[in-house]
């Protein structure tokens, strides 16, 4: 097929999978809390026991990585990410707040369109599915085109498995036909809500130029700082473990090593005895040369391979058993070609005077290609370890393990996830492990706990008859609200001079009225019925000034009513509360 055709072919089926996820996009949100946990549940049940054969096929397929780290990470997202998703709620009422008096109801955000990368393309695909169906979002699938045979075989796992536990057909589809032009198409598509994009920069820029809301992954080249109370040993084998992982393909593995100088020569030795290989100036030249790209990006070619294999490439004589290849470099930047992130077992080295040193050289680090990422500190001094956390550009800042690790929330208690977000330090809309919360809408109930007064309407400065209103002595500072006796008074006021003349008699407040012993009011009978004159008219008792909610409640007490006329100001609440038992006596008034 030419390439016109397969991009036209790409571009098709972007938009006929985008409309089958939409039609699949209401009767998905129909279903209960129990139906999306049976859907979720079949998903990790069907695509757990495949994962050996998917990371096999993974390899096979991309060239990248290590099958044994493969099948840790399939399980990873198909065990840890599952567990932890699995009790969350994500439909209905997912939360009252009792004290607030708010009320919150989850609402997914809809068709998510999932970039999936060629370096982790299994163990991300289950990782999307989950959470996107979790949120009850139909998911559309943009496999990396490198990878397409493996991602396509997760889908297909996992879409007989939510089927059978009764998924709407298109709540999990992917496209076939792959091509740049069919996945900017999926991305734009009006079906789509969301985009989840993990790939190169590249890729992420243009899904966050796609118009839509996107979570994206920056670059990672994270530092790993030894600090001189570090345990020395352990320190060296999590960098190694972590840098070694898969071959360094996950972007949070890493990439340079920072070094207290007391501890240099220790912290050499063990690398040595675990398997690193430092290499001199002039083969550092050659590793640059086969490893860095003139744009300064990893050379496809080598990325996910082994140490040995990149030794062999730039024609370096290593021994099999070597694990890692390092260069001891005096800068980070253009000029330093291997201090950019690396994907694959090479490390940058540094060594510095002192923590302050070594916290310089680390923003460095992540300012040239990892801003917002991931960090390490290995240390037992817990004052410099804070310092870390509060003065690095990095999001998630590991203490004593690999960064491979624990940024995924694999050895540590962060959020399990396989998309990790930069924030506002690497250009993207979060700096969280994205979940099944990202793919969310949350409304929310909000219950009145501050009743609003009404405002009086008083004139400014003056009245209609030119008589000036009373004003407070000079030097008095403003009263915080007005009394309910003087906002009554000026009432009475502003009617006098309208014609509407006070009654002569001092009306008693309805708290006065409240506190006196109940009358009893002589009933008079007419025919069958019984009659109480103060409850038919109010005219034997005067209109109360003002009435709030406690007023009525001693009423109702008391069983009698309130007599409010024109004049009298009753709060909102004493409204209601009265309304609702038919608590008042309207009392006309004379001009």
Partial sequence: ????????ASIAEARA??????????????????????????????????????????????????????IQKNLFSSETVYRFIRP?????????????????????????????????PTSTAIYKILISLKARCPIVISPHPSAVRCITRVAEIMNEGARR???PDGAITWMTTVTLEGTQELMKAREVAVILATGGMGLVRAAYSAGKPAYGV????????????????????????GKTFDNGVLCSSENSVVVDAPIAEDVKREFVKNGAYFLSPAEQEAVARVLVTPQRLPNPAVVGKAATYVAQQAGITVLPDTRVLIAELQGVGRDFPLSIEKLCPVLSYYVVADWKEGCQRCIEILRYGGMGHTMSIHSRNDDVILQFGLKKPAFRIVVNTPTTHGSIGLSTGLDPAMT?????????????????????????????????????????????????????????????????????????????????????????SATAVAEMPPKAAPATTTG??????????????????????????????????????????????????????????QAAWSR
């Fill in 17 to 70: 999978l985008a409309r089958r996820a939409k039609a699949a996009a209401g009767p998905l949100a129909e279903l209960s809390q129990e139906q999306i946990d049976a859907i979720v549940d079949a998903m990790a049940a069907a695509v757990t026991p495949h994962a050996e054969a998917l990371a096999r096929l993974a390899v096979e397929e991309t060239g990248f990585g290590v099958v044994a780290d493969k």
């Fill in 528 to 585: 069958n019925q019984v009659k109480n004159p103060t409850a038919e008219a109010g005219a034997s008792e005067k209109p109360a000034d003002f009435v709030c909610e406690d007023d009525v409640r001693q009423a109702l007490r008391q069983g009698r009513k309130i007599v409010i006329g024109e004049r009298s100001i009753v709060t909102p609440a004493a409204r209601d509360l009265g309304e609702q038992h038919r608590m008042f006596v």
């Fill in 165 to 167: 536990a009764g998924a």
């Fill in 88 to 120: 969350m709620k994500t439909v209905g009422v997912i939360n009252r707040l009792e004290d607030r008096k708010v009320v919150e109801i989850a609402e997914p955000f809809g068709v998510v369109c999932a970039i999936v990368p060629s370096t982790n």
């Fill in 1 to 8: 097929m030419a390439q016109t055709d397969r991009d036209l």
């Fill in 420 to 508: 990790l977000g930069c924030g506002g330090y690497g250009g993207n809309i979060t700096s969280d492990n994205i979940a099944p919360r990202h793919l969310l809408n949350i409304k929310r109930l909000a219950y009145e706990t501050k009743p609003v007064a009404r405002a009086a309407s008083v004139p400014a400065a003056s009245t209609a008859s030119g008589r000036a209103l009373p004003r407070p002595p000079a030097g008095t500072p403003a009263p915080a609200g007005i009394a309910a006796e003087v906002l009554a008074r000026r009432i009475d006021e502003f009617l006098t001079s309208r014609g509407y003349g006070p009654t002569r008699t001092e009306v008693p």
């Fill in 218 to 241: 920056g670059p990672g080249n994270a530092p790993a700082f030894i600090e001189r109370t570090a345990d020395v040993p352990k320190a060296v084998r999590d960098v190694v473990t």
